[in-house]
């Protein structure tokens, strides 16, 4: 479950800096001959967003195989109960 909520939470976030960072009128940043003194949007903001989401898919994944090695070793996922086994 905090695997799944830190995901959601991630996509939250995600989604309110795309909310805030949208402006209407703006045209993609493709120089084109036949549109001149438009405006564009920034590619930077949408390249940090897309950073960001390969980040987040890449620690969720990360955080599932460390689950899966855990419960190898464990035959439960509560953490109190793993803390539990494992303090000398």
């Given at each position: 479950m905090k695997i799944v909520s830190m995901d959601?939470?991630?996509t939250g976030v995600i989604?309110?800096?795309?909310?805030?960072?949208?402006?209407?009128?703006?045209?993609?940043?493709i120089f084109d001959k036949a549109k001149n003194n438009?405006?564009?949007?920034?590619?930077v903001p949408q390249s940090v967003i897309l950073t960001a989401i390969v980040i987040g898919f890449s620690i969720q994944a990360?955080?599932?195989?460390?689950?899966?090695?855990?419960?190898?070793?464990?035959?439960?996922?509560?953490t109190n109960e793993i803390e539990k086994n494992n303090t000398p």
């Amino acid at each position: 479950m905090k695997i799944v909520s830190m995901d959601v939470m991630s996509t939250g976030v995600i989604a309110y800096y795309v909310l805030i960072a949208s402006r209407v009128g703006l045209f993609t940043p493709i120089f084109d001959k036949a549109k001149n003194n438009v405006a564009y949007a920034d590619p930077v903001p949408q390249s940090v967003i897309l950073t960001a989401i390969v980040i987040g898919f890449s620690i969720q994944a990360l955080m599932l195989v460390g689950v899966m090695k855990l419960s190898r070793d464990n035959p439960t996922l509560e953490t109190n109960e793993i803390e539990k086994n494992n303090t000398p």
